[in-house]
């Protein structure tokens, strides 16, 4: 098989240019992408309709040429493939029924119910990968299990995890429960999407940064450490990419992971700390702060060079550090692509 830009970073080697791909690279931003999501319905509605999730997911590929094509669904369809209830209320963002104790745990769904519940995500990797010339990396994730977690009790999302920390400190056994379950669970999802054709796998540890001591060492690390490594031993050609999101001197903790090829960063670490204590270990992928493609400018500009300066004598992936906004102007990723290619 061809080794593409992105898998040359994942072997540990170097490009002329970097390989780009954007963080919801499918979504508001793009007018191609409103329109379909307005005629699947609703967004859960496009999640789970393959022919217009490999839509979605083609869009930012045809129209700008990133090196990756990202999975479109989300990661709060395995907790609702568990059985939890799950909505996204407009303009506010997604909604589950929280859990309230160990029988909500204990009635969480077996591996068979939720690889038949997700048959449809499976089958849209499927025909993405299809349709993807092989100069395209496909990666398809999974929340990591504290992430999912946090949503799972708080039942919606914010900016303090105080539910799940609430419910973690007084209820250790139960929530050592959930964790492990959502482990196996995630182990599963993404080897399914893995045999569907996706070459990469990205474990969005969101919420990584709300933990820090042994919490961070039991419920970021240590799970992102056996989904990485179960993930190997059962396809040893695939590629994991973990993002532990806000996680700052922690970052340095997950070179330790063997099975982790690429360290995605969000946008508070400093290049020349990564560049000296991770850069040099692990290929990383990240970090503009998605704002630059707001505001652009040549502030943007500057912000490329910096990322880019740092960056450029060993294996990385240009990334933001956060999702692209639904106010971001496309004509600034176009900006930016140019940039990088010079
Ligand atoms: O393009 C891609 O990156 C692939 C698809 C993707 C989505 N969500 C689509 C989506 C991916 C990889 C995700 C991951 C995801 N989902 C995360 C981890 C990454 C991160 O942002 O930290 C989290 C925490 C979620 C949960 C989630 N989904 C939230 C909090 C929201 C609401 C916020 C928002 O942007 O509206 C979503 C909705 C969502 N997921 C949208 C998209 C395109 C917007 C839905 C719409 O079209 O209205």
């Known amino acids: ?27 508001r931003y793009l007018k191609e992408y409103r329109d379909v999501r307005e005629k699947a319905g609703g967004f859960l509605d496009l999640c789970y309709n393959p022919e217009l999730a490999k839509e979605v997911t083609l869009q930012p590929i045809r129209r700008f040429g990133f090196d990756a094509a990202i999975l479109f669904a989300d990661i709060l369809l395995l907790p609702q493939a568990l059985g939890r209830k799950l909505w996204f209320e407009t303009g506010e963002g997604p909604r589950l029924n929280p859990i309230l104790g160990r029988k909500d745990i204990d009635n969480l769904q077996n591996i068979d119910v939720m690889n038949g519940f997700l048959e449809n995500i499976y089958e849209t990797v499927r025909i993405v990968r299809s349709e993807l010339s092989e100069e395209k990396t496909l990666i398809g994730f999974a929340g990591a299990p504290w992430t999912v977690a946090t949503y799972m009790i708080a039942g919606k999302g914010g900016d303090d995890q105080k539910a799940a920390k609430v419910y973690m400190t007084r209820n250790p056994e139960d929530f050592r429960m959930l964790i492990d379950k959502l482990t196996l669970a995630t182990i599963e999802y993404l080897s399914e ?20 001591g042994t919490y961070f060492k039991n419920y970021v690390y240590e799970p992102i450490k056996k ?44 290049p020349p700390w990564i560049k000296k204590e991770v850069q040099n270990i692990k290929a990383i992928q990240g ?53 990088l290619s010079q």
């Open 1 to 27: 098989m061809l080794e593409n830009k992105i898998m040359r970073v994942l072997n540990n080697k170097r490009n002329k240019t970097p390989p780009v791909w954007l963080m919801r690279q499918a979504g």
């Open 193 to 212: 999407q893995i045999k569907a054709g996706a070459g990469v796998v990205k474990i969005f540890d969101s919420w990584a940064g709300a933990l820090g």
């Open 227 to 270: 989904i990485s490594q179960e993930i190997k031993k059962r396809h040893p050609e695939a590629k994991v990419i973990a993002f532990p999101r806000g996680c700052g001197a922690n970052y340095k903790s997950f070179c330790d992971l063997k099975f982790v090829d690429c360290i995605a960063l969000d946008s508070t670490v400093p």
């Open 287 to 339: 970090n503009l702060d998605p704002i630059h493609l707001v505001t652009g400018g040549d502030e943007l500009l500057r912000q490329i060079d910096y990322i880019t300066d740092n960056y450029n004598k060993g294996p990385y992936i240009f990334n933001l550090g956060h999702g692209i906004t639904p106010d971001a102007d496309p004509r600034n990723v176009e900006i930016l692509l140019k940039r």
